[in-house]
């Protein structure tokens, strides 16, 4: 089955063909960074506009590149929520329009649920530990229909590993558990999701099924990376920025503060404040001197030691958060992490046993949106009708 995937939700224009939900035939992506790094940050209407200039030339070459015409096309796929108004607009519209034209069936999809869904496709040659208190009681039913690969390879190996950060007094609790290897992420799972608007940690039973254990309370954290690089002077976007810097930085050098949130939510307003106030301090300048000025004073010592501070704080914000929800929900078998901050490299050294997407399939790609709806399909959900789509820029991936 080829699925025709588009993806317009923020700054990137994207289309893809995904076979079967795992092969990938072609993935374009156009960025529009460019654009929103003179600016520092995106611009919606401009956002819209550029989608619609090169949205119907990337379609083209989704197609091309996968060596196919519409009649080897079974299936388009959308985002439809949430995101930036007018870009879901862009994306909504062609995908509608191609479904009616092409005559062909059409699944919107939840941009969340697509970031999650990029495990899939990139992770079918690696094998990963899969965690049971219980054993070997796998099964392959939640694979019922799909062509992936067999979920389970070998034996038991490794028995008693943890995934976390060192020298984290929260170590994962999986101690006791069982592992097993497996090339695709297995159920029940825990999904994290840290992208530029959204951090939450799902709670995964089975395909398609989604339940919202833990979010966060302000800011996301790929838009705490964002503005603690504006404070730093560093371009936008700023998750790879601070990740670049980091590599010169002392990452012992500022210590700041874990959010004191309870449960499973997070709160990363405060830890950007701290790094602010923290700029201010080693600057010897007072609380009210601008945010916008700090860059001008800093060294690109202190800019790199600040990054890595910033970064490794996340990171184990980030990984205690995992430890406490591998604890509450002991039935989990695996860890996946999706969205834009995945593709931060310190992250993936610190939960070396979670599934992580491919760094090029963490940003925002039309491959996702087609593996997630093929994961529909064969979950027996039914296509939309392309005369009333809707869109639907803030709703939940419980909805
Ligand atoms: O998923 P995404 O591409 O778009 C949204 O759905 O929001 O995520 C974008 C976010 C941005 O905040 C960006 O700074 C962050 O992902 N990001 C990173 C890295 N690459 C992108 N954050 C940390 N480290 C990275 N390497
Ligand atoms: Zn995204």
């Known amino acids: ?14 289309a ?41 030339p990337v379609v083209k070459k989704a197609l091309s590149d996968a060596e196919c015409t519409w009649d080897d096309i079974d299936a388009i796929a959308v985002t439809h929520a949430p995101g930036l108004l007018g870009s879901l607009l862009i994306g909504t519209l062609t995908a509608r329009t191609l479904a009616i034209l ?108 989604f339940e919202i254990v833990g979010t966060t309370r302000d800011d996301a954290v790929g838009e705490c990376f964002d503005k603690v690089a504006k404070i730093l002077g560093l371009p936008y976007p700023g998750g790879p920025a601070i990740a ?21 939510d997070f709160s990363f307003s405060g830890l950007k404040t701290a790094v602010l106030r923290a700029v201010q301090k080693e600057l010897g300048l007072p609380i009210s001197h601008p945010s916008y000025d700090l860059k001008n004073h800093l060294s690109k010592k202190q800019v790199a030691d600040f990054a890595a501070s910033f970064q490794k704080t996340a990171v184990e ?14 039935d989990v078998q695996s860890v996946v992490i999706a969205g834009g901050v995945s593709a931060n490299k310190a992250l993936r050294e610190a939960l070396p046993e979670a599934y992580f997407p491919e760094p090029s399939l963490s940003g925002d790609n039309g491959a996702m949106v ?16 392309p005369y009333s789509l809707n869109i639907y820029p803030r709703i939940s991936i419980e909805k």
């Open 1 to 14: 089955m080829k699925i025709l995937g588009i993806e317009t939700s923020c700054d990137e224009t994207a």
């Open 16 to 56: 893809a063909v995904v076979e079967d939900g795992v092969r990938i035939l072609s993935n374009v992506v156009v960025s529009q960074i460019d654009i929103f790094a003179e600016y520092g940050g995106v611009i919606p209407e401009v956002a819209a506009r550029n989608h619609l200039e090169v949205m119907m």
């Open 102 to 209: 092409h005559n062909k069936p059409l699944y919107a999809v939840h941009h969340l649920k697509s970031h999650v869904y990029a495990n899939w496709l990139s992770n079918a040659e690696e094998t990963k530990p899969v965690f049971s208190s219980a054993g070997l009681e796998f099964s392959s039913t939640s694979y019922a229909g799909s062509r992936a690969e067999p979920p389970l390879r070998g034996e038991p190996v490794r028995p008693g590993r943890n995934i976390g950060v060192e020298n984290s007094n929260q170590n994962f609790m999986l101690q006791k558990r069982q592992v097993l290897v497996s090339q695709t992420p297995q159920f029940p799972l825990i999904a994290l999701v840290i992208s530029g608007g959204h951090t939450q940690i799902l709670y995964m039973p089975a395909h398609n099924q």
């Open 244 to 264: 670049k810097a980091a590599l010169d930085g002392d990452a012992e050098k500022y210590k700041l503060p874990h959010p004191k949130v309870g449960g499973l």
């Open 317 to 330: 914000i980030l990984c205690e958060k995992l430890a406490l929800a591998m604890e509450q929900y002991p």
């Open 370 to 385: 087609a593996a997630a709806a093929y994961y529909e399909i064969i979950s027996g959900l039914k296509p939309v009708d």
